[in-house]
């Protein structure tokens, strides 16, 4: 749950916000879910601009974020700025700030769907009064390219796998993608851990995870655990995604 250093985080980011006039200011992810842990976790926001971002507003945001970096937990903040042109459209790129800097990235149909089940309203109008809803065949469409385009080309690239990120997202990503093609849900990082061992995952790395998600005591992993992780994660993860994806063409 947040606590009082998110808390005033967020309060702060919607006062500085305030004179861009948003219409809304939403989270989504892990603060919005309930699987949120400060310190580890983003805190994953959507901000709905009433006007096209101009180069004033794009300043004016950079000026934000770089004012919240006394704020501990800053680093972890990443923010999409949605514009009256983009409401309807998931393939569209907007203006984000996230790790440190300005990119500009989609706000991809998982991300909406979230929203609409478990989206949580920081500032303005809920995101059904504001954003279309997500068909299943669009969800879908999205969570089986994300699979075949971005994942399986990444199994084979053996140095990534040595960083917990990789292990971390990796799995729980394709454990999440799995349930969704499934049924339709959209699930948490903790519940993706309990469904990853029924999907034949390798349990030590799955234990492994949850060790360095939830144990703050936990030990750091030696270089020797860290290949072994590797090699487990790439072979179960290649011919895992290649049927997830074969069986929802």
Same mark, same amino acid.
Request: with cysteine; hydrophobic share 40%.
């Given at each position: ?6 808390q ?19 989270a ?23 006007? #096209? *971002?101009?180069?004033?507003?794009? @300043?004016?945001?950079?000026s934000?974020? =770089?004012? %919240?970096?006394? +704020? $501990?937990? /800053? ?30 990235? #989609? *706000?991809?149909?998982?991300t909406r @769907?979230?929203l609409?089940?478990?989206? =949580?309203? %920081?500032?303005? +109008? $809920?995101? /059904?009064g504001l ?8 969800l879908?469409a ?14 084979d690239?053996?140095?990534l ?7 971390d ?14 049924d ?7 519940e993706?851990?309990?469904?990853l ?9 799955v ?13 750091g ?9 590797a090699?487990l ?13 074969a069986?929802?063409?």
């Amino acid at each position: 749950m947040p606590t009082e250093s998110t808390q005033s985080l967020l309060a702060r980011f919607l006062t500085d916000l305030a004179p861009l006039r948003p219409r809304a200011v939403w989270a989504h992810g892990s603060l919005a879910g309930g699987d949120y842990q400060e310190g580890r976790s983003d805190l994953d926001l959507i901000a709905v601009l009433p006007a #096209p *971002v101009s180069l004033r507003t794009l @300043r004016r945001v950079v000026s934000l974020h =770089r004012g %919240l970096r006394t +704020e $501990p937990l /800053a680093a972890k903040l990443h923010c999409s700025y949605l514009t009256p042109a983009g409401l309807d459209d998931p393939d569209r790129s907007h203006l984000t700030w996230a790790h440190r800097h300005v990119m500009r990235r #989609p *706000v991809t149909p998982v991300t909406r @769907r979230e929203l609409h089940d478990f989206g =949580r309203v %920081l500032h303005g +109008e $809920p995101p /059904a009064g504001l954003l279309p809803p997500v068909p299943e065949r669009q969800l879908h469409a999205f969570v089986v390219r994300d699979q075949r385009d971005f994942w399986r080309p990444n199994v084979d690239r053996a140095r990534l796998w040595m960083r917990d990120i990789w292990v971390d997202a990796g799995l729980l990503t394709f454990a999440r993608a799995t349930v969704t093609l499934h049924d339709g849900r959209l699930i948490s990082k903790r519940e993706a851990l309990t469904e990853l061992p029924a999907l034949g995952a390798p349990v030590e790395v799955v234990e492994d995870i949850t060790r360095r998600r939830y144990d703050p005591d936990a030990p750091g992993a030696d270089d020797t655990w860290r290949a072994r992780r590797a090699e487990l994660t790439r072979g179960y993860l290649g011919p895992a995604i290649d049927a997830l994806v074969a069986a929802h063409r």
